[in-house]
């Protein structure tokens, strides 16, 4: 059996947990921060929209702005002679940005069950909001921010509509388990096929023991 999907499959969630994470946890806090509950509800459903929309949709649009006639990816192209369309790197962009919204929902959800009580408290000794931020609401919100990485991580991996849209599904270069799945089925090499069914399982299996093992942590 070919492993290079496994492996291609395990590079990307693992570049774009390393992306989603922080930026999911960047966006989280800003949003929570937010008073106003008009621009709150605003900025809340534009961060979530890739979670809602058809994953094919999604990589539409990465597509149509990444690719060798979009903007952002006529600019690589012009200024660095990059590609990023139907590179790994695509498969990185449509991992994140799919798994984004669960990261980002997850540590939202998170740091606003933190115990007001101690950011008052924290207030009242004169800890500054970013202090606050990094020495208590993180490390009282880290179970459900790491339960949420997980499942970003595990989204990330099972990504298949977005990367198929703008990465393809090149052997060996950007085809990931679950496009060498799809591959393998529609070839009719179903022994092939089920192994990675198999490995995906797998995994999917893994992640569940983790998002219950910070489920009780929690509790």
């Not at 099972?158 to 799809?182: C, Q």
Request: glycine share 10%.
């Amino acid at each position: 059996m070919d492993l290079t999907p496994v492996l291609i499959s395990c590079k990307t969630a693992s570049a774009s947990i390393a992306v989603t994470f922080f930026l999911g946890l960047l966006a989280a806090a800003r949003i929570a921060a937010i008073r106003n509950r008009y621009l709150k509800m605003a900025l809340d459903g534009l961060l979530t929209l890739p979670l809602v929309l058809p994953p094919t949709v999604a990589g539409f649009f990465l597509l149509y702005v990444f690719g060798v006639q979009g903007p952002v990816g006529r600019f690589f192209i012009r200024f660095f002679s990059v590609k990023i369309a139907f590179s790994w790197g695509a498969t990185v962009l449509a991992a994140a940005v799919i798994s984004f919204p669960l990261m980002y929902r997850s540590a939202r959800g998170a740091l606003e069950q933190v115990d007001a009580e101690l950011v008052y408290a924290a207030r009242t000794l004169g800890m500054g909001e970013t202090a606050i931020f990094w020495k208590v609401s993180l490390p009282a919100a880290r179970s459900g921010i790491a339960g949420g990485a997980v499942l970003a991580f595990a989204r990330g991996l099972g990504e298949f509509g977005a990367t198929a849209m703008i990465a393809g599904n090149i052997a060996g270069k950007t085809r990931t388990l679950p496009l060498a799945i799809y591959s393998e089925t529609a070839a009719g090499n179903m022994d092939r096929a089920g192994d990675y069914v198999m490995m995906i399982v797998l995994f999917s299996f893994i992640v569940v023991a983790l998002m219950n093992y910070f489920a009780v942590k929690k509790t």
